[in-house]
């Protein structure tokens, strides 16, 4: 049975009893939940069904849903059966059906769809535990014995095996596995599913989540019991296919060969060779799939999970002795196995091709440099005896060269040394925390989320989003609870939109028909299709059931949608200029301005970012339509609409159209404007790097724009009156004024009549005793150099004499010393004599005893690091 016939076979299994199916979420999990960097089970994306927070679009669902997963990583291709990316089927009740239905399903399927034999099959149940209070699952035994399965074949296993949990609390229970004896040859004759050993291999999970934990150890039974089922796709077919190992199934065979034929070498003839072909074939899947979804290589989050695969994989290509593009070759290949089920790879090819090439080629240059020096820590090491790599190489080979510690950890493990990891975690967690700064505050905090998310589950009844028709609603309130100073609120209908999809929420207010109360919208709280509002009451209080009216803030409404449809132009705008490979990469739409982040590997020339500029304001005056209509999720991808990779979507789904749509169409839940023509003017203020191979561009719209336009223009006004020229000469002015200035300067340093210092002067200012001269004074001259260049010719003009010397600017200071060789040896030496000088003034220098510099950044101090210098002049004299 090939890998698409077991997925069909799975599928139309349930289809057939009642299920729903669901397409593939992306592996970039949902907004809603942060919790997690990738989607790493089925469950994941069906999570809010589970806790409660949205509608099911059915009681029962069934997926093929794409997975991946870091935490076995380092021992990739090391094993017949680890992957870090594979499809997990899946089989799920909302509440309808429990363990009875869940094991029969699975026991007729494996028998009379799989085609195994009863007498193989073993499945494991939760043996108890003291801690949680809980016996072992008789139901879960019962019901495996109703359906044929003997007592001796169901085995209990502990917590650890057979308990599921989300987090440390919330939704959890019992779980039952199903393991096929593949006979007493691959093990022993007492050995038990569960068990350490190559004879028994599970390959279904069945959870049954019936218990709540909150507090740790404290369950409490959940109001609709569910079930979640995982059964490993490349797991089974390796056993449906009478193959030892995954990598030899027909997913992964192909990439096998495909190494095979680049190196040169055959698989199944030694391990390294082993080890390499099966990271490549594991890696170039996730790595195509994980590009496909959005994820692009950089160094923060997912971006850097993707570029550790990639560089290890890259690592065993060179191992390997492939050519350059191999990467690329791979790609090609999992597209032509996996794309008649994921046409995302046919759709993304471009951007999957440029990233793979960008990284391979940036990579390689690291990974010459970077082994190079490794060989060298290690020979060292092995030589001198020591443990192995030090914290503060490592370091260096991470922040310096982009060397990845998981490689450096790889190749001294393939040598036989150590490497101090624990005292690398400590330099790097030293270097985020110098590189840390203050994010945005949410404008509720999150204990208010979740006591919005307890008020919406228990108020039984979804609010009415009105808000895309107007702005000002007469309605009821519906639920209420108060909250400190707040007041959380459920209305029956509501125009206010609630954060989401990078657009902030809603301001205004609601007043009380009677107008005994009125009260400040603070924050919408976005709860799955519904939501919640944090008011703050300025007089009065509203009451449930009380009629009001709910008013959105007409100016910052505005404001946003203007922003917010910019985005859509933005986005169209670099696409058309930059390449199709640019994706939304994050967003934030407000009513001050908007910032957009999008995958791209370098920054934009000033003549892109001015064609992008202009594209987005050329159809702003070409007065566009903006449109949102409601389609099915097939058809807005057919009409070629734009979805991010981080949302989850059903199959109806909201499309906004500018114009006729050839140049913007996008999935989005947010508001617009009506014509593009409101959004008056689209101005950049900034586009720089907001990751490795991501961009961020902030601009400005509508009634910022314009306020940001008449502010350069009231600047040019003044630069042109400050310049004497008239506002559309400013430049010239500028330039001819700069021109001036260097000129100045250079006379400065020469010493010439303009900014000239007069020598004798200072000198005739000098101090004298026992043939010794001194002088410490502040002069005039526009920088370091110059400086040092007077006290040489003062300290030729005294003689035997010491000189210190001091200058400064609005923002910094310069101090030199320049001593003889005579007072030297009387105890003056020019570094001590600026060491307190340099602290009184905020900094620090050094030098020799004849010659110092330093510097400082307190100019109104130089008068007494002045002072301090030439009082430790006079004191090395009289010592």
């Known amino acids: ?24 979420a992306s592996l970039i999990p949902a907004e809603h939940d942060p919790s997690v960097l990738f989607t790493i089970a089925g469950m994941v994306p069906l999570k809010p069904y589970f806790l409660g927070t949205e509608r099911p679009p059915h009681l029962r669902a ?82 495996w014995m109703e359906i044929g399965v003997p007592r001796e074949r169901i085995v209990e296993c502990p917590r650890s095996e057979n308990f599921w ?112 072909l099966r990271v490549l074939a594991d890696h170039s899947r996730a790595m195509t799939f994980l590009i496909a979804d959005g994820v692009v290589p950089s160094n923060e989050e997912r971006g850097y999970v993707l570029r550790r695969i990639m560089r290890r994989a890259i690592l065993q290509g060179r191992k390997l002795g492939l050519d350059s593009g191999f990467l690329e070759r ?17 759709e993304q090819r471009d951007s999957i091709q440029k990233w793979l090439h960008d990284e391979e080629i940036g990579f390689g240059r690291t990974l010459a440099q970077g082994l190079k020096q490794i060989e060298e820590l290690i020979e060292r090491s092995i030589a001198t005896g020591t443990e192995g790599i030090s914290a503060a190489d490592a370091f260096r080979l991470h922040d310096e060269q982009g060397f990845p510690i998981d490689l450096t950890l790889d190749l001294a493990a393939e040598a036989g040394v150590g490497v101090d990891e624990e005292g690398f975690e400590l330099l790097m967690e030293e270097q985020r925390n110098r590189a840390r700064f203050g994010g945005g505050r949410a404008r509720v905090d999150e204990s208010v989320r979740e006591r919005a998310l307890a008020l919406a589950g228990t108020a039984g009844f979804t609010t009415d989003f009105v808000g895309y028709e107007t702005i000002d609603q007469e309605t009821t309130v519906g639920a209420l609870e108060r909250e400190g100073g707040r007041v959380l609120v459920k209305l029956v209908e509501s125009p206010f939109y609630p954060t989401g999809g990078g657009q902030v929420a809603d301001a205004g207010w609601i007043e009380c028909a009677d107008g005994e109360c009125f009260a400040r919208v603070e924050d919408v709280v976005r709860v799955g299709d519904d939501q919640v509002l944090a008011i703050v009451p300025e007089r009065g209080e509203p009451t449930q059931g009380e009629r009001v009216h709910a008013h959105v803030d007409r100016r910052a409404r505005h404001a946003t949608e203007c922003n917010h449809t910019a985005t859509h ?77 981080s949302e989850k979507y059903g199959d109806v789904v909201r499309m906004v159209e500018v114009g006729d749509g050839s140049f913007s169409r996008e999935l ?124 040489d010719k003062l300290r030729a003009r005294l003689g035997d004499a010491a000189v210190v010397l001091g200058r400064s600017d609005a923002e910094h200071v310069d101090l030199v010393a320049n001593v003889a060789p005579a007072l030297v040896a009387r105890g003056v030496k ?40 030439e009082a430790a002049i006079e004191a090395a004299l009289d010592g």
């Not at 791979?330 to 046919?346: F, P, Q, S, W």
């Open 62 to 143: 069934t997926t093929c849903q794409k997975t991946f997963r870091t935490g076995d990583i380092e021992i990739i291709g090391t094993t017949t059966r680890h992957l870090t990316f594979f499809e997990m089927l899946g089989n799920f009740s909302f509440g309808n059906y429990f363990k009875r239905e869940a094991t029969r399903f699975a026991w007729e399927l494996s028998l009379d769809g799989f085609g195994f034999s009863a007498q193989d099959i073993w499945v494991t149940v939760f043996a108890g535990d003291d801690e949680l209070g809980l016996g072992p699952d008789e139901e879960a035994i019962e019901a």
């Open 569 to 645: 132009l933005l986005h169209a705008a670099l696409r058309s200029r930059l390449g199709t490979h640019v994706h939304q990469s994050g967003s934030y739409v407000g009513p001050d301005k908007l910032r957009f982040d999008f995958s791209h590997g370098q920054a934009l020339s000033p003549e892109e970012l001015g064609d992008v500029e202009d594209a987005v304001n050329r159809w702003i005056v070409e007065d566009h339509p903006v449109r949102a209509m409601t389609t099915t999720f097939d058809e807005a991808k057919q009409l070629g609409a734009m979805a991010l990779f």
């Open 830 to 869: 020019a570094k001590e004599i600026l060491s307190d000088a340099a602290k009184i003034v905020g900094g620090g220098g050094g030098g020799r005893d004849t010659v110092a510099r330093a510097g400082g950044r307190e100019p109104d101090k130089l008068p007494d690091a002045i002072a301090a210098a």
């Open 330 to 346: 791979y790609a090609d290949v999992v597209t032509e196995i996996m794309g008649g089920e994921y046409r995302e790879l046919h």
């Open 668 to 791: 989005c839940g947010g508001t617009h404007v009506r014509f593009t023509s409101q959004i008056g003017v689209f101005k950049v203020l900034s586009e720089t790097s907001s990751a490795a191979n991501v961009r961020r561009i902030e601009a400005v719209t509508g009634p910022e724009g314009v306020e940001l336009m008449r502010k350069h223009d009231r600047a040019l006004t003044r630069a042109g009156e400050l310049l004497r020229v008239p506002p559309e000469r400013v430049p010239d002015g500028a330039a001819e004024l700069r021109a001036r200035v260097k000129e100045l300067e250079k006379a400065a340093r020469r010493g010439g009549a303009n900014g000239a210092v007069d020598v004798d002067a200072l000198a005739a200012r000098a101090k004298a005793r026992d043939g010794a001269h001194w002088l410490a004074a502040v002069v005039e001259v526009a920088e370091a150099k110059a400086l040092l260049e007077v006290a």
């Open 165 to 276: 949990q989300m987090g440390p609390t919330g939704p959890c229970g019992p779980c039952s596995e199903l393991y096929l004896d593949r006979g007493v040859e691959l093990g022993k004759p007492d050995d038990l599913p569960g068990g350490d050993n190559e004879r028994f291999l599970e390959y279904w999970n069945l959870v049954f989540m019936q218990f709540d934990q909150d507090p740790l150890n404290v369950l409490t039974p959940l109001p609709a019991k569910n079930i979640d089922t995982g059964l490993g796709l490349n797991r089974l077919a390796a056993v449906l296919q009478g193959k030892n190992s995954v990598f030899e199934t027909d997913q992964f065979a192909p990439l096998i060969a495909l190494g095979e034929e680049m190196a040169g070498k055959r698989y199944g003839q030694e391990f390294d060779t082993d080890r390499a």
């Open 1 to 24: 049975m090939t890998s698409d016939e077991i997925r069909r076979t799975y599928l139309e299994f349930f289809q057939q009893r009642d299920h729903l199916r669901l397409p593939s």
